[in-house]
């Protein structure tokens, strides 16, 4: 490789890894620092269904309740300031107000993620419609990473779901999951790049670090080849689901080859209906 190249690719990686500390230091943070505060003020969590997410730059209090669907507070970098935002919340001095507009992905976002609050981090509708033997577990969600690209530029790599898929022998490994509110296969390429910028082994390293403490446990990990994760596209159920494009069909047979399943969700928020998508071509 010429050396440019890999002085260039070893940068890219240096700066990724460098947001991925800053997220596990958040994540341990929320594990270590935070905990308490949790514990003292359950009753509000357990109200506006709240939890908190790490994010590279801060942490968020967030709902997943389905009136409020992932709002909440942003911004939040200290046990101080989490108190102060609880304080407001529970005398009535801040509202988490609900959505304007219609957001099918953060109706689908926090029914997931209430279910997987609800399995203690495990997320059994997921298990039931894929039915491949493993168990599924919520990492965090809307992780978002900033690399840099060809010209200057950059561009984010966003996971809407992080999970751990773990085997019958207890072997781990990530899935990097994707909900969209339309049927476009753009949507698998992008689980395949976002996987495609983790190689490294610090990187991968990184990544295992934040799920144990998010998870709070160790875990066994599968062996990491030339791909870190596996990916999960959940979309809507097609309009006509007996006849589905051919096309469509191919490509998401070629998706499934690469690690990457497709499931459909339908049903109001407040019950989503998950279903595999027919992959079979009559």
């Known amino acids: ?26 994540a341990n943070i929320i594990c270590d620092e935070f905990i308490e505060i949790v514990k003292q003020n359950q009753d509000l969590f357990d109200h506006h269904q709240l939890r908190l997410r790490p994010s590279v730059g801060s942490i968020s209090l967030v709902s997943y309740a389905a009136a409020t669907p992932q709002k909440g ?75 840099a690209i060809e010209g200057g530029k950059s561009e984010k790599l966003v996971a809407d779901l992080l999970l751990v898929r773990e085997d019958g022998l207890g ?27 983790f190689r490294d082994p ?8 934040f799920a144990e403490a998010m998870l709070g446990r160790k875990r066994s990990w599968k062996e990491a080849d030339e791909d870190v994760g596996r990916g999960l596209v959940i979309w809507p159920s097609a309009s006509n689901p007996a006849a589905p494009l051919e096309s469509t069909t191919r490509r998401l047979n070629c998706y499934r080859a690469k690690g990457i399943d497709t499931i459909c969700y339908s049903g109001p928020a407040s019950d989503f209906k998950f279903h595999s998508e027919s992959l079979v071509i009559a």
Not at 7 to 24: H, I, P, S
Not at 202 to 209: F, N
């Open 1 to 26: 490789m010429d050396r440019r190249l890999d002085w260039k690719a070893g940068m890219k990686m240096t700066v990724l890894n460098t947001q991925l500390e800053r997220l596990v230091m958040n």
């Open 73 to 147: 507070f942003p911004g939040i970098r200290t046990a101080r300031q989490l108190k102060n935002k609880l304080e407001a919340l529970r005398t009535g001095r801040v509202k988490i107000a609900g959505p304007r507009r219609s957001t099918p992905e953060k109706d689908l976002q926090s029914w997931l993620i209430s279910e997987a609050v609800r399995g203690n981090k495990r997320i059994e509708p997921i298990e039931r419609v894929l039915n491949d033997g493993h168990s599924y577990w919520l990492v965090s969600d809307e992780i978002a990473l900033t690399r």
């Open 202 to 209: 610090d990187g991968i390293a990184l990544w295992r670090e």
């Open 171 to 197: 072997q781990s490994e990530f899935v990097n999951v994707e909900l969209k509110y339309q049927r476009t296969t753009r949507t698998h390429k992008q689980v395949v790049d976002f996987w495609h910028s």
